[in-house]
């Protein structure tokens, strides 16, 4: 057998805090956008139903972290984000995006304020670089200080529905005022760190920011009080089919510089009513206007051969479009699907009298049926960003 | 890793084991980790035919679908009916109940099918791939 997909890597992958603390628990580790990160630790579907179940441990310290602090902070961002970021109240977060000119994507972020003048923005690994620039260049004019801190940053998640009972036998705070989508200092198992309730799961859930020489002692803790609950590892493999479930874009897949927030079914994310300019405000606000070329919806597939990256979706035997992610569902148990199709063949697929999607699996057409995305909403809340 | 020695072994990750003038095929160790957790698996079915070094089905896994290519020239006489229901015994035990079918060989002299691997040239290949 020959995998279809491959990867090499250039450079040799740059590791985490936490690398070794992965070898010895077994983990396959791969190259993920020039880090060194856990695949898996054994089964990512047992990781992945963990998650949905219990809970599950993540190493994210592969993302960026960027701080922007000083007086101007808040009207740097609202220049260079999408999002209106003075708006945010200190001590909450907002998932955002950072576009190009022409209103093309460049990195989806989430940014916390930390204070008045104090925001952590948090960058995706592979555009961490670009972010950095694209920020330096578009403050400049602003009483603000961008600095790159992913170096300075551990960053551990705790996913599931038993994430807040097992966080909470080691810390002080009462986590039932961390909202979603809130942060705060912490002491969690004695250690100082910045305790967010945010994620990429679709399940409740946990990221601590925390110093990278605290991170192994960190995971031993959280790891040893979750255990009783059914916490285990979890690796980027899980975290791909739980973002997939919960219809959330990864970046690479469903967002690119050639796709606009609208596109993406995230126009939400573009503050056309905040006050002052923003990079990427004219191309945003006709494309708002017109409506997108496209749209991104959700594909069940009708067999067990599963929709992948970059297959054609088939209307009438004719590509309308194209696979962005495409996974087996642990929890629906069908292959699930994403991908941009064009907006009068989402419509007429809508009714399932006048046919069916279908997607070209390796020169056959697969039948599929168009849903409403999420594929997966947790039973007990709002599972999506704010 | 397990390579067991009395199996031959196809440079697309392939086992095969020949018993007189039939053999049985299945996916090695070192493939079934590379790919994750396997959930769906065409095999060839009954009575086809399939060609050494052909493509004769494909796995699907969480993050992938592979081929599956045929290490021997034949006629598929049985599939693993178990593997339709349990297609994680592919992983759970890739040289036993994870096989995947059997076939009749067209040359039932003994003969190697040319282009297979012993298990320490397989070995080798495998340290090759994981240290590119």
Known sequence: MTETRTGSAAAPPRRTPLTSVHSELGASLTDFAGWLMPLRYGSETAEH??????????????????????????????????????????????????????????????????????????????????????????????????????????????????????????????????????????????????????????????????????????????????????????????????????????????????????DAGLGRVVRLDKPGDFVGRAALAARAEAGPDRQLVGLIGQSRRVPRHSYNVLWDDAPCGTVTSGAPSPTLGVPIAMAYVRPDAARQAADPARGQLAVDVRGQAEPARLVELPFYRRADGAARRS | MSVPGELYYTPEHEWVAINGSTASVGITDYA?????????????????????????????????????????????????????????????????????????????????????LSAAEYTALTKEESDS
């Open chain 1, 49 to 262: 139903n963990a998650v949905r179940t219990a809970a599950g441990l993540f190493d994210l310290s592969h993302m960026g972290e960027l701080a922007v602090a000083g007086p101007g902070a808040a009207a740097a961002l609202d220049y260079a984000l999408t999002g209106q970021l003075s708006a945010l109240q200190p001590g909450r977060a907002r998932y955002t995006m950072i576009c190009a000119p022409d209103g093309g994507v460049l990195d989806d972020l989430i940014v916390y304020r930390l204070g008045d003048a104090e925001f952590l923005v948090v960058a995706n690994a592979a555009n961490t670089g670009v972010v950095v620039t694209a920020l330096t260049e578009r403050t400049a004019g602003y009483d603000a200080r961008i600095s790159d801190r992913t170096d300075d940053y551990a960053l551990i998640a705790i996913q599931g529905p038993r994430a807040a009972a097992i966080l909470a036998g080691l810390t002080a705070t009462d986590l039932s005022t961390v909202r979603y989508y809130a942060s705060c200092p912490a002491q969690l198992a004695g250690r100082q760190v910045l305790l967010a309730r945010t994620g990429y799961t679709g399940e409740d859930g946990f990221e601590i920011f925390a110093a990278p020489w605290d991170a192994a002692q960190l995971w031993a803790d959280i790891s040893a009080s979750g255990a009783s609950e059914g916490l285990i590892p979890a690796g980027l493999a899980a975290r791909d089919t739980l973002r997939l479930e919960a219809g959330m874009p990864l970046y690479g897949n469903e967002l690119t510089p050639d796709i606009t927030p609208y």
């Open chain 2, 32 to 116: 079934q980790r590379a790919l994750g957790d396997v959930v769906f698996v065409s095999a060839p079915t009954a009575s086809s035919r399939v060609a050494s070094g052909e493509p004769c089905g494909e796995i699907e896994s969480t993050k992938s679908v592979s081929d599956l290519y045929s290490p021997v020239d034949g006629e598929v006489t049985e599939v693993n009916p178990e593997i339709e229901d349990d297609p994680g015994l592919v992983n759970s035990d890739p040289y036993g109940a994870g096989w995947l079918f059997k076939v009749q060989l067209d040359d039932a002299s003994g003969e190697l099918p040319p282009g297979l």
